[in-house]
């Protein structure tokens, strides 16, 4: 079945650490996108990729980083510059063409990162 | 700017009993509606859409309607079981030059038997 794989699904840092999430899908969907989720907060928009090698910055990108290198594949850096990391983090695709604003989001089960 | 306004929860009710979850938006144009939902531990899902004024989404029992004049797509469900409960979001889709979506904060729900 086709679908949104992210990994791990729950990792612990240390400050001043990097970490990477991992996110693939098997979709063949253009646009992938990394939100953020707090407590209360509803999603947040970190990054999106309209296409290979392309990415634009969302609403809380600092801190944060990203490559698209592949098709399927969306990696989420989160740099020790990024003050509060402790979140869930949920990454996303659409297909990316047809009308805009009336695609769909799939989305990974998520990945909750803490830091200690 | 553009927003999500969503009733605060947590909502309890008791299996059986009618749902209704409010929902308000603003936005510039005429955006596409969306609810999702999200189940313990895991990422979100569709529930229902609808791409334009006076359109019904509906699925597994719920509904939500468009409404252009009221700016809201309330979701309702006749009768709500336990495996209903959830944090439900709404959200809204822009017609930009990439899917933008603004979700609201969500609502939770508990169904109790």
């Known amino acids: 079945d086709g679908g949104i794989t992210q990994s791990p699904k729950y990792l612990f840092r240390k400050e001043g650490q990097n970490v990477t999430l991992s996110c693939e899908q098997n979709?063949?969907?253009?646009?992938m996108y990394w939100y953020r989720q707090d407590p209360g907060q509803g999603l947040r928009l970190i990054y999106y990729?309209?296409?290979?090698?392309?990415?634009q910055k969302g609403d809380i990108a600092e801190g944060y980083s990203v490559s698209r290198e592949k098709k399927e594949s969306f990696p989420l850096t989160v740099t020790s510059a990024q003050k509060n990391p402790t979140a869930f983090y949920l990454c996303?695709?659409?297909?990316?063409?047809?009308?805009?604003?009336?695609?769909?989001?799939?989305f990974g089960a998520g990945s909750r990162l803490t830091v200690l | 700017g553009d927003s999500v306004t969503q009733m605060e929860g947590p909502v309890t009710l008791s299996e059986e009993a009618f749902l209704t979850i409010n929902c308000t938006y603003t936005?510039?144009?005429?955006?596409?509606l969306f609810w999702y939902v999200q189940y313990p531990g895991e990422g979100l899902q569709l529930l229902l859409k609808?791409?334009?004024?006076?359109d019904k989404g509906s699925n597994k029992g719920f509904e939500a309607t468009y409404r252009k004049e009221t700016t809201s797509f309330h979701l309702e469900k006749g009768s709500v079981q336990v495996s209903d409960s959830a944090v439900y979001f709404c959200?809204?889709?822009?017609?930009?030059?990439?899917?933008?979506?603004?979700f609201g904060p969500g609502t939770s729900l508990s169904v109790i038997p």
């Open positions: 959200a809204l889709s822009l017609k930009t030059s990439y899917d933008k979506v603004i």
């Open positions: 609808a791409t334009k004024a006076d």
């Open positions: 936005a510039t144009g005429y955006p596409s």
């Open positions: 979709l063949n969907h253009d646009a």
């Open positions: 996303a695709s659409s297909p990316g063409t047809g009308p805009r604003g009336a695609n769909v989001l799939t």
């Open positions: 990729s309209q296409i290979v090698n392309d990415f």
